[in-house]
Nanobody
Framework: QVQLVESGGRLVQAGGSLRLSCAAS????????AGWFRQAPEKEREFVAG????????YYADSVKGRFTISRDIDKNTVYLHMNSLKPEDTAVYYCNVRQAPITTMTRYETGYWGRGTQVTVSS
């Protein structure tokens, strides 16, 4: 049973930085892609960033390109989202996702395993 536990979300001022972590357990993830999604109040969940577990190919939503960086640590089975230059519109619950599908599918449909989310609030 795959389990994903996110952490690192908190209140931060606009322009600040955060690092989110997603600790994965219960499987070997060499053939998986991992990613981050977010859901703001009264909005649908949207893709933020994705990474291939095996070769670290990455994929980003246009809204976060140049500000966010996704990475993973194989030894720790952990995926990170480094967020810089945060804006109030980045406020959302951030969810971790792993799937046995290409990272490009993350903008097309929801599948795989999900964490419970971590709240990021950016004040203006």
């Amino acid at each position: 049973q795959v389990q994903l536990v996110e952490s690192g979300g908190r209140l931060v001022q606009a322009g600040g930085s955060l690092r989110l972590s997603c600790a994965a357990s219960g499987h070997t993830f060499n053939t998986y892609a991992a990613g981050w999604f977010r859901q703001a109040p009264e909005k649908e969940r949207e893709f933020v960033a994705g990474i291939n577990w095996s070769d670290t190919t990455t994929y980003y939503a246009d809204s976060v390109k140049g500000r966010f960086t996704i990475s993973r640590d194989i030894d720790k089975n952990t995926v990170y989202l480094h967020m810089n230059s945060l804006k109030p519109e980045d406020t959302a619950v951030y969810y971790c996702n792993v799937r046995q599908a290409p990272i490009t599918t993350m903008t097309r449909y929801e599948t795989g395993y999900w964490g419970r989310g971590t709240q990021v609030t950016v004040s203006s």
